[in-house]
């Protein structure tokens, strides 16, 4: 700044002005300052800008797996409005590792970023303590820790899967594969209880033998859903948790020599940009991406400005179940499935 007051022949608290826009400054100072800026090539400090204010205006986001499509339009979203606020975003993906997500996040708060948005791996101790001692604002977007009281973006979970696998019932299908993602996520636990109270309203027991873990993996779903095809009694129909999981489902059906939905009906959680390019094109439910990224996002400006209230906000948004033709009803009679 020295070098550029001296070759404008202003004062450094004028070049401040017009920097940091602190100040009015007089049109023909402020051309002379940014011509010599540009000859000089002068560029902010952003790390002794930011030890001096005490802020950094960038905001940490981990997200829980960047291959899904579902946390990669999200973290675009949150992107988009935090960059159009005036702030950076540090992206990182803890990958369903609760170890890496300690790591992550301490790595952010080393960084200094101004507050928070995070996509929990699992309900882990040590990252409620750390969110605690960190003193940030925080926000969790799809998925919650439980004795964590923070500002958070969710979906209805458990009403979703319950809605789609009475569609599944209703098509007369009794034996409803259920590929789960990590029971140690809310997602996870929500998602299913949808699932057995489906059941339940149907009147219908609850089987152990018709659900196996996935990981909210392609790999995982694959291992677990050959197990229930391989069944005596197999299922007429699979619900995945996720998206990334039904890949693994459909790749099982076609490898044990099945086809969807003639042998089996498949529906998801989670609609992507593929879905309807699937053969056949996939019934899922659609979040609404776009609310959740810009929620969350509103959220966490809402905090680092003071405009919150006190009590931490929970926004709960409802899925969309997407109809296509991975599903067709069995051989029961009309009368049999009423």
Request: glycine share 6%.
């Amino acid at each position: 700044m020295l070098d550029v007051a001296k070759a404008a022949s202003v004062s450094v608290a004028t070049v401040s002005a017009v920097i940091n826009g602190s100040a009015p400054v007089s049109p023909e100072l402020r051309a002379r300052i940014e011509e010599a800026i540009q000859v000089i090539g002068y560029k902010r400090n952003a790390i002794a800008r930011s030890l001096k204010l005490g802020i950094t205006r960038t905001v940490g986001l981990m997200v829980a797996d960047i291959t899904n499509p579902f946390f990669t339009d999200v973290v675009a979203v949150i992107q988009d409005v935090l960059h159009r606020a005036g702030y950076a975003v540090m992206l990182c993906c803890n990958d369903e590792d609760v170890e890496m997500q300690d790591e992550q996040i301490e790595l952010l708060i080393d960084r200094s970023v101004d507050g928070l948005i995070i996509a929990p791996a699992g309900d882990d101790e040590t990252l409620k303590r750390i969110i605690a001692g960190a003193n940030l604002p925080t926000v969790l977007i799809d998925r919650l820790l439980d004795g964590v009281d923070t500002d958070a973006v969710v979906l209805d979970n458990r009403r979703a899967v319950q809605d789609a696998t009475l569609y599944m019932l209703g098509l007369g299908h009794r034996r409803i594969g259920y590929i789960s993602g990590s029971l140690d996520t809310s997602t996870g636990r929500e998602r299913l209880a949808g699932y057995k109270a489906a059941l339940e309203a149907a009147k219908l027991p609850y089987e152990d033998r018709l659900v196996r873990i996935g990981n909210f993996r392609e790999k995982d779903a694959y291992k677990a859903t050959m197990q229930l095809l391989a069944s005596a009694e197999r299922p007429t129909a699979i619900f995945s948790a996720n998206n990334l999981m039904v890949i693994g489902v459909m790749k099982a059906i076609r490898d044990i020599g099945l086809k969807c939905p003639e042998d089996v009906s498949v529906a998801s959680f989670d609609d992507f940009p593929w879905a309807d390019v699937f053969q056949p094109h996939l019934t899922t439910i659609a979040q609404p991406v776009q609310a959740i990224g810009e929620q969350a996002a509103q959220l966490i400006l809402d905090r680092l400005s003071g405009k919150s209230p006190a009590t931490p906000r929970r926004l709960v948004l409802q899925g969309r179940l997407m109809i296509r033709e991975s599903c067709r009803p069995t051989s029961l009679t009309p009368r049999a499935i009423a």
